[in-house]
């Protein structure tokens, strides 16, 4: 989600998303007195003012207040360039893949050389440099790029879920993106490809007919109605070579033929009549653009020409030019040369009589040095992560305008303030300042939500302003029934002989492979107070963890977490809990999707509490499991840690052995296996959630002699692998309930 500024703040808590306002497909911004329709040039017309074409450059595209030229530096890089026709002052844009231009002033920035198989955009309404960049993927909707609609909005080719292709409407509003079907093309059409898109409409071209036979077909389509309004057919599909176009009175585009070379087919709008230009051999490079009713043409060697596709005639422009390029306002602009005034670049439009008129727009020479100002003019920042499935890390980056800054990037959590700081300083090369952030903030995993994203970009020199971007984040991770802190890591409680409740919060991902404690908290004190404390997993459908404590009188009290690492004030739920000498839950023991509990009585029967998703109410009532649990002093449930039908159990007896007891699904249990001796030296065993992100709950045990974690296997004979760990170092004694 984008939560963009310029020269505002953040507040703590950020509660205000920027959107930007862009203008709709087919809305111009008024065009400068350099596209005016005016008559020829003559020789003595002066040329002062005019905009500079940068000498040794190359058109890229041309837009209603400016055009793009680009060169290439000495090291190989592509130098973009946008300069407006007004006199303000050039643009350069970062070096993408590739480009494209359209719907005005709107430059289309790709990941990839041709602009077809553009998967990840972004757009820059060059009619406001300043604005913020539009990024779109299209990739995350199985699409591709056909053309530009507006600042805002693209014209893609979409594969649906059984693999047709469908031209959408894909635009971006703030942080939502929608993509709307366009009706009334053929459903078997194919590689659809589109003209510069104006006064509402765009020409598409496509591929159509049987495998064998396939054609060529083109549509004109009213992209606010999002149907097509008039279809042509054409031999070829023409994929590859664009050179579509239309006029008020016309439809064009490009043919090649065998023999005879490239040629424009047109079609008049009003009558249907079909006419074929030819250009020339194929091998000459021709160009070609369409003004109203007259087709421009021409080469490096053939002096640009206009024919009228109406009554025939043919005008020479005086123009020598190397290629054109066409204006979503109808008009087209020639770069070369005339023996009036010289080289540089010329517009070509319909006069009052419709007869083309050449009008000089820019001149080519050396653009004056100009400092470029501070920029960030791109945000690589996603709207929401999910640090499980990207393992723990995310990158965030910022292309600037310029390299010789420094980047200050601040993260705040919108909910309790905190904030993780770091400085970048420019890369080896290119102005993207990135770096990967772990989801740690002062040692301690990030809890999930929202994080504004602020990057402020200060030149080295200290000169000038600072440039500023803000941004939303939304960071997640999925649920751990030991977590209290909503940052996806487990924490282990502990209450020491004094009554009072510790939380040490462990890491999400343990640090070189070692699971240790990241920070300590006290809780509160009074817990003494309990005969048994558990932790339970999430009973009430909030994603942190809860506690279920019993008192000496045998009340069953609920203590739900409120994901900022403490408890809500405690709710009774039950009496008569005196008659378990040993509780365990947690685990979801019967497949449902909520966690249980268990418990046993002095007669050495187990009885199962069946979980109702009810915090009021957490447990159904119980339900007799079994007898002989009298010969365990601990059981653990410890989650699905063999791949069994729902969660497990593990049991010590009395001489130190420990037993798995596999869920079965439906709050029972397979037959016990044996895991294990020694286990005698533990005094508290605890269920301690996915540990090690393998997607395995683990097992933490603690005891005078030290701690370990048990690592889950997968297997059922031999289910953990221990490991050391610095949790409770040196306080094998200090503890009485671990959980």
Same mark, same amino acid.
């Given at each position: 989600?984008?939560?963009?500024?310029?020269g505002?703040?953040?507040?703590?808590?950020?509660?205000?998303?920027?959107?930007?306002t862009?203008?709709?497909?087919g809305?111009?911004a008024?065009?400068?007195?350099a596209?005016?329709a005016?008559?020829?040039?003559?020789?003595d017309?002066?040329?002062a003012?005019?905009?500079?074409?940068p000498?040794?450059?190359?058109?890229g595209?041309?837009?209603t207040?400016g055009f793009?030229?680009?060169s290439?530096?000495?090291?190989?890089?592509?130098?973009?360039?946008?300069?407006?026709?007004d006199?303000?002052?050039?643009?350069?844009?970062?070096d993408p893949k590739?480009?494209a231009t359209?719907?005005?002033?709107?430059?289309?920035l790709?990941d990839?050389?041709?602009?077809?198989?553009f998967?990840s955009?972004?757009?820059?309404?060059?009619?406001?440099?300043?604005?913020?960049?539009?990024s779109?993927d299209?990739?995350?909707?199985?699409?591709?790029y056909?053309?530009?609609?507006s600042?805002t909005?693209?014209l893609a080719?979409v594969?649906?879920?059984v693999?047709?292709?469908?031209?959408? =409407?894909?635009t971006?509003? #703030?942080? $939502?993106?929608?993509s709307?079907?366009?009706?009334g093309?053929? @459903?078997d *059409?194919t &590689?659809f490809f589109?003209?510069?898109?104006?006064?509402?409409?765009v020409?598409v071209?496509y591929?159509t007919?049987?495998?064998?036979?396939r054609t060529g077909?083109?549509a004109?389509?009213d992209v606010a109605a999002?149907?097509v309004?008039?279809?042509?057919?054409s031999p070829?599909?023409g994929?590859?070579y664009g050179g579509l176009?239309?006029s008020?009175?016309?439809?064009?585009w490009?043919?090649?033929?065998?023999g005879?070379?490239?040629?424009i087919?047109?079609v008049d709008?009003?009558?249907g009549?079909q006419?074929?230009?030819?250009?020339g051999?194929?091998?000459d490079e021709w160009y070609?653009?369409?003004?109203?009713e007259?087709?421009?043409y021409?080469?490096?060697?053939?002096p640009?020409?206009? =024919?009228?596709l109406t009554? #025939?005639q $043919?005008?020479?422009?005086?123009?020598s030019a190397s290629?054109? @390029?066409? *204006?979503s &306002?109808?008009?087209?602009v020639l770069?070369?040369?005339?023996?009036?005034?010289?080289?540089?670049?010329?517009r070509v439009?319909?006069g009052?009589?419709?007869a083309?008129t050449?009008t000089?727009?820019?001149?080519?020479?050396?653009?004056?040095?100009?400092?470029?100002p501070l920029?960030?003019?791109?945000?690589?920042?996603p709207d929401s992560?999910?640090?499980?499935?990207?393992?723990?890390?995310?990158?965030?980056?910022?292309?600037l305008?310029?390299?010789?800054?420094?980047l200050?990037?601040?993260?705040t959590h919108?909910?309790?303030?905190?904030?993780?700081?770091k400085?970048l300083?420019a890369?080896a090369?290119g102005?993207?300042?990135?770096?990967?952030?772990d989801?740690?903030?002062a040692?301690?995993?990030?809890?999930n939500?929202?994080?504004?994203v602020e990057?402020?970009?200060t030149?080295?020199d200290?000169t000038?302003?600072?440039?500023?971007?803000?941004w939303l984040?939304?960071?997640t991770r999925a649920?751990?029934?030991?977590?209290?802190?909503?940052?996806g890591?487990?924490d282990v409680l502990?209450r020491?002989?004094?009554g009072?409740?510790?939380?040490?919060?462990l890491?999400d991902?343990?640090?070189?492979?070692?699971?240790t404690?990241?920070?300590?908290?006290?809780i509160?004190?009074?817990?003494g107070?309990?005969?048994?404390?558990?932790a339970?997993?999430?009973?009430?459908?909030?994603?942190p963890?809860?506690l279920i404590?019993v008192?000496?009188?045998?009340v069953?009290?609920?203590y739900?977490?409120?994901?900022?690492?403490t408890?809500a004030?405690?709710?009774?739920v039950?009496t008569?809990w005196?008659?378990y000498?040993?509780?365990t839950g947690?685990?979801?023991?019967d497949g449902?999707?909520?966690?249980?509990?268990?418990?046993?009585?002095s007669?050495?029967?187990?009885?199962?509490y069946?979980?109702t998703g009810n915090?009021?109410k957490p447990?159904?009532?119980r339900v007799?499991v079994?007898g002989?649990?009298?010969?365990?002093?601990?059981i653990?449930a410890?989650?699905n840690i063999a791949?069994s039908?729902a969660?497990?159990?593990v049991a010590?007896?009395?001489?130190?052995?420990l037993w798995l007891?596999q869920g079965?699904?439906?709050?029972?249990?397979?037959?016990?296996?044996?895991i294990?001796a020694?286990?005698?030296?533990f005094?508290q065993?605890?269920?301690?959630g996915?540990?090690d992100?393998?997607g395995?709950?683990?097992l933490?045990a603690?005891?005078s002699?030290g701690t370990?974690?048990?690592?889950s296997?997968g297997?059922?004979?031999?289910p953990f692998?221990?490991?050391?760990?610095?949790?409770?170092s040196g306080?094998?004694?200090?503890?009485?309930?671990?959980?």
């Amino acid at each position: 989600m984008q939560l963009r500024s310029t020269g505002a703040r953040l507040a703590t808590a950020v509660t205000v998303v920027l959107a930007v306002t862009a203008l709709g497909a087919g809305t111009l911004a008024t065009a400068p007195a350099a596209f005016a329709a005016t008559s020829a040039t003559s020789a003595d017309q002066a040329t002062a003012g005019l905009p500079v074409f940068p000498e040794g450059s190359q058109l890229g595209g041309v837009g209603t207040s400016g055009f793009l030229s680009y060169s290439f530096a000495p090291d190989t890089t592509r130098e973009l360039t946008w300069t407006p026709y007004d006199g303000g002052a050039a643009v350069p844009l970062q070096d993408p893949k590739g480009w494209a231009t359209g719907a005005g002033d709107v430059v289309v920035l790709g990941d990839d050389s041709w602009s077809a198989d553009f998967r990840s955009i972004t757009l820059r309404n060059m009619a406001d440099p300043a604005a913020p960049a539009v990024s779109l993927d299209l990739g995350a909707l199985n699409g591709t790029y056909v053309a530009v609609l507006s600042p805002t909005s693209v014209l893609a080719q979409v594969i649906n879920e059984v693999g047709q292709s469908e031209l959408h =409407v894909v635009t971006k509003d #703030g942080a $939502t993106t929608t993509s709307r079907k366009i009706a009334g093309l053929p @459903a078997d *059409a194919t &590689d659809f490809f589109g003209s510069p898109a104006h006064d509402g409409s765009v020409l598409v071209g496509y591929e159509t007919g049987p495998e064998d036979k396939r054609t060529g077909g083109r549509a004109l389509v009213d992209v606010a109605a999002g149907t097509v309004t008039a279809t042509y057919a054409s031999p070829e599909s023409g994929f590859g070579y664009g050179g579509l176009d239309f006029s008020a009175s016309h439809v064009t585009w490009f043919n090649y033929e065998a023999g005879v070379g490239d040629t424009i087919t047109s079609v008049d709008r009003k009558t249907g009549d079909q006419k074929k230009t030819v250009l020339g051999a194929h091998t000459d490079e021709w160009y070609s653009s369409l003004v109203g009713e007259w087709l421009v043409y021409g080469n490096a060697d053939h002096p640009a020409k206009a =024919v009228s596709l109406t009554g #025939g005639q $043919t005008v020479d422009l005086g123009v020598s030019a190397s290629g054109s @390029a066409a *204006a979503s &306002d109808g008009g087209a602009v020639l770069r070369g040369s005339r023996a009036a005034d010289g080289d540089g670049l010329f517009r070509v439009a319909a006069g009052a009589d419709g007869a083309p008129t050449v009008t000089k727009i820019a001149e080519t020479g050396t653009p004056p040095v100009i400092a470029q100002p501070l920029e960030i003019q791109q945000v690589h920042v996603p709207d929401s992560v999910d640090l499980d499935k990207s393992g723990g890390k995310v990158t965030l980056g910022w292309t600037l305008s310029r390299a010789d800054a420094y980047l200050d990037v601040t993260l705040t959590h919108t909910v309790t303030g905190k904030e993780f700081k770091k400085r970048l300083t420019a890369p080896a090369s290119g102005t993207l300042f990135s770096f990967d952030w772990d989801g740690v903030i002062a040692g301690v995993d990030a809890p999930n939500g929202t994080y504004g994203v602020e990057a402020e970009a200060t030149l080295l020199d200290g000169t000038g302003e600072p440039a500023y971007q803000g941004w939303l984040m939304n960071v997640t991770r999925a649920a751990d029934p030991h977590d209290y802190t909503n940052n996806g890591s487990t924490d282990v409680l502990a209450r020491d002989a004094s009554g009072v409740l510790w939380r040490d919060d462990l890491r999400d991902r343990p640090v070189n492979g070692q699971v240790t404690p990241a920070q300590r908290t006290k809780i509160g004190a009074g817990w003494g107070a309990y005969k048994q404390v558990e932790a339970v997993g999430n009973v009430a459908g909030a994603a942190p963890g809860d506690l279920i404590a019993v008192d000496g009188s045998g009340v069953q009290w609920l203590y739900l977490g409120k994901g900022d690492g403490t408890f809500a004030t405690r709710v009774q739920v039950g009496t008569g809990w005196q008659i378990y000498n040993k509780i365990t839950g947690g685990s979801d023991l019967d497949g449902d999707g909520r966690a249980d509990l268990v418990g046993t009585d002095s007669a050495g029967y187990l009885w199962f509490y069946k979980g109702t998703g009810n915090y009021a109410k957490p447990y159904a009532p119980r339900v007799k499991v079994g007898g002989g649990w009298g010969v365990y002093n601990q059981i653990t449930a410890v989650g699905n840690i063999a791949g069994s039908a729902a969660g497990d159990m593990v049991a010590r007896d009395t001489s130190g052995v420990l037993w798995l007891y596999q869920g079965n699904g439906a709050g029972g249990f397979a037959p016990r296996v044996k895991i294990g001796a020694g286990w005698g030296a533990f005094s508290q065993l605890v269920g301690a959630g996915d540990l090690d992100n393998d997607g395995r709950p683990d097992l933490i045990a603690y005891g005078s002699g030290g701690t370990y974690v048990y690592r889950s296997t997968g297997s059922v004979t031999a289910p953990f692998a221990r490991q050391s760990t610095t949790l409770y170092s040196g306080e094998g004694s200090k503890f009485n309930n671990v959980l």
